[in-house]
């Protein structure tokens, strides 16, 4: 699939709404859903290992290995986690990663916006938006929306 730097879970097509994102080991029952005209992903962390990055969303992309990306996207959870853990954002050998913390008191129900971040990527066109923690935790749900990869903008 063409690289496109934006996903907005939005399109004529499932093909297009999903932008060659899928479902990794670490989130279950990934799917797309609207409020309105807005479509974001949604699903259910399972959190199993804590030692390791277990991917909830991720996505081969056609850039060249090496090259620099910028990322930022938006996230949601409609319930506090019982224990923080933190988004890894990372390429499959975790040679290159950028960890977002969420408290237990990040406000539930709300959008929350994560700032344009540098990612530089090693010899990999995978890209994962996981999971990790301080231990195993209950599952829960996260929704992601606007999602970018790509130039500085």
């Given amino acids: 699939m063409a690289y496109i730097p934006w996903t907005r879970f939005e399109g004529d097509t499932e093909e297009a709404k999903w932008n060659g994102?899928?479902?990794g080991?670490?989130?279950s029952k990934g799917e797309l859903k609207t409020e309105?005209?807005?479509?974001?992903?949604?699903g259910q962390v399972n959190m199993f290992d804590y030692a390791k990055v277990q991917p909830g969303l991720r996505k081969i992309f056609d850039f060249e290995p090496g090259t620099t990306l910028y990322f930022h996207f938006n996230y949601r959870i409609p319930s506090a986690p019982s224990e923080y853990f933190y988004m890894t954002i990372t390429d499959p050998d975790r040679l290159a990663a950028n960890q977002i913390a969420v408290e237990t008191t990040t406000p539930v129900n709300t959008w929350v916006k994560i700032q344009e971040r540098l990612l530089y990527l090693p010899p990999k066109k995978e890209v994962w938006i996981g999971f990790t923690g301080s231990r195993n935790l209950?599952?829960?749900a996260i929704e992601f929306d606007d999602i970018y990869?790509?130039?500085k903008l």
């Fill in 21 to 23: 994102w899928e479902n």
């Fill in 25 to 27: 080991p670490g989130a």
């Fill in 36 to 42: 309105g005209k807005n479509g974001y992903w949604s």
């Fill in 138 to 140: 209950s599952p829960f």
């Fill in 149 to 151: 990869f790509g130039p």
